[in-house]
C-alpha cells in the first residue's frame, strides 16, 4: 500500500579500523547508521556492524548491474565499444567524483556516551563542492568526512537538505579553489533492461570499488521498515540490478557507459544463498530532488492526501480494475478529499499523463508545484470521470 511506497535499505558498515562486533552495544538511531544491513552469512555480518547500506526485513539492504551489450541513453554507439573498454573508462575517469565518506553518530543513550562510525559513499555533482547520497547515510551523522579517490584529500562536510521519504541527501565540502571532478546525470527514462550498468562506492570500506552488471528491471516497489520508528519508507520505481552492492555502496552512484548518473545505489535484498539483488534509486528523480535540495535546502513536495496502491495490468485484470493508482484512504480535509475523490477509486491520469508502472503517481505529482491546479481522471464504479484538483503543500 502507498501513501507513497515499501523496501529494507543495506545498513551501516564498521568503519575499517573499529572493532567489528555483529552488533554494536547500543543501536543506531535510524537504520543502524549509515546502511542498517541486515546480513545472513555470519562473515558480512561481522563486517556490517554499523555501515553504510541499508537492509530491507530479514533480507534487504539499501545499495546497483552488467551485461553483454553495451547500451547507454545519449550515449552513441560504436562498433569500438566493448563492455570492457566501457567499464575501464567508466573506472578511470568517473571514479574520480565518487567519494567514501565517514559519519560520526552519537549513541542515543544517555547514560552511556558511545560513538559510532559508519562508511557510506556519494558522487560530486558540483566541481564547487556538492555531493549527492542517501539520507539514511548521513542521518543523525554529528560529524562528516569526505575522503576523494587518491585518499590525500579529506573534507568535513555539512548537511545542505535531506529528503527521507526519497533516501536523498546532499552535503557539501568546502573546496572553491579545488576544481573538483563532478559527475553528470543521465536520462534514467530511457533505461532498458539488460543494458550495462556500472556501481562505484566504498563496499565494506574498501574505497572506489567498481561492479559491473545488467538493469535487471525497472519501476520497482520496495518498502522499508525502519526499525527504529516503526514506520514504512516507500519507494516507487526503483532500478533493480545485478551488479554486486554490499553495504558501503549506498550512496554511490550507478552509471551508464557513457558515465552518466542513472541511479543511486541504496537498497540489497540478501539472498539466503548466493548474491542477492540490488536496488537504486531512479536517477532523474534523484537528480529534481538533489536540485531542490541544493537550490533551496528541502523538497518543496506536492500534497494530494490520497493513501493508494499501484496497479499493473495483472493486478488489475485480478480485481476487475484498471491500470492506475486505487484509493485506499484519503486525509480529511485534504485537496483529494475538497474535490470529491473517495476511497476505491483508481487514478487513471494527471493532466494527460496515464499512471502506470512506469509514471507512478507519486513522481507525476512530483512535477508540479504546491497550488497548481491540476485534473484527475477517475475510475469509479466503471464509469470515466474528471475532477480539478488543486494541490496543497505536503505537510
Avoid: C
Amino acid at each position: 500500500m502507498a501513501s507513497e511506497p515499501q523496501y529494507l535499505p543495506p545498513s551501516p558498515e564498521p568503519a575499517p579500523l573499529s572493532p567489528l562486533p555483529v552488533e554494536k552495544p547500543v543501536q543506531p538511531r535510524r537504520r543502524m547508521g549509515i546502511l542498517g544491513i541486515i546480513v545472513i552469512s555470519a562473515l558480512v555480518g561481522a563486517l556490517a556492524g554499523s555501515a553504510a547500506t541499508i537492509l530491507l526485513a530479514p533480507r534487504f539492504i539499501k545499495v546497483t548491474p552488467a551485461g553483454n551489450a553495451v547500451v547507454a541513453p545519449g550515449a552513441a554507439i560504436t562498433n569500438t565499444l566493448t563492455e570492457e573498454s566501457a567499464v575501464i573508462n567508466v573506472a578511470d575517469q568517473d571514479g574520480k567524483a565518487v567519494v567514501e565518506i565517514k559519519t560520526t553518530i552519537s549513541s542515543p543513550d544517555m547514560f552511556i556516551q558511545q560513538e559510532q562510525h559508519g562508511i557510506g559513499s556519494g558522487f560530486i555533482v558540483r566541481s564547487d563542492g556538492y555531493i549527492v547520497t542517501n539520507n539514511h547515510v548521513v542521518e543523525n551523522a554529528r560529524q562528516l568526512q569526505v575522503i576523494l579517490r587518491d585518499g590525500a584529500k579529506k573534507f568535513d562536510a555539512r548537511v545542505i537538505g535531506t529528503s527521507p521519504e526519497d533516501d536523498v541527501a546532499v552535503i557539501k565540502v568546502d573546496a572553491h579553489a579545488q576544481n573538483l571532478p563532478a559527475l553528470s546525470w543521465g536520462d534514467s527514462g530511457a533505461l532498458k533492461v539488460g543494458q550495462l550498468a556500472i556501481a562505484i562506492g566504498s563496499p565494506l570500506g574498501q574505497q572506489n570499488s567498481v561492479t559491473k552488471g545488467v538493469i535487471s528491471a525497472l519501476h520497482r516497489f520496495i518498502s522499508i521498515p525502519n526499525p527504529t520508528t516503526g514506520q514504512v519508507e516507500n519507494i516507487l520505481n526503483a532500478i533493480q540490478t545485478d551488479a554486486q552492492i554490499n553495504p558501503g555502496n549506498s550512496g554511490g552512484p550507478l552509471l551508464n557507459s557513457a558515465g552518466q548518473v542513472i541511479g543511486v545505489n541504496f537498497a540489497i535484498e540478501q539472498a539466503y544463498a548466493g548474491p542477492g539483488l540490488g536496488f537504486a534509486l531512479d536517477g532523474n528523480a534523484a537528480r529534481d530532488i538533489a536540485n531542490q535540495l541544493i537550490q533551496t535546502g528541502h523538497v518543496n513536495r506536492p500534497f494530494l492526501g490520497v493513501t493508494y496502491n499501484q496497479l499493473d495490468e495483472t493486478a488489475a485484470a485480478a480485481n476487475g480494475l484498471v491500470v492506475g493508482a486505487v484509493v485506499t484512504a484519503i486525509t480529511p480535509g485534504s485537496p483529494a478529499d475538497r474535490a470529491g475523490i473517495k476511497i476505491h477509486d483508481v487514478i487513471t491520469k494527471v493532466n494527460d499523463q496515464a499512471i502506470d508502472d512506469t509514471h507512478p503517481l507519486k513522481d507525476v505529482l512530483r512535477q508540479y508545484a504546491p497550488g497548481t491546479k491540476v485534473s484527475v481522471t477517475i475510475s469509479r464504479g466503471g464509469k470515466t470521470q474528471t475532477l480539478q484538483v488543486t494541490l496543497g503543500t505536503h505537510p
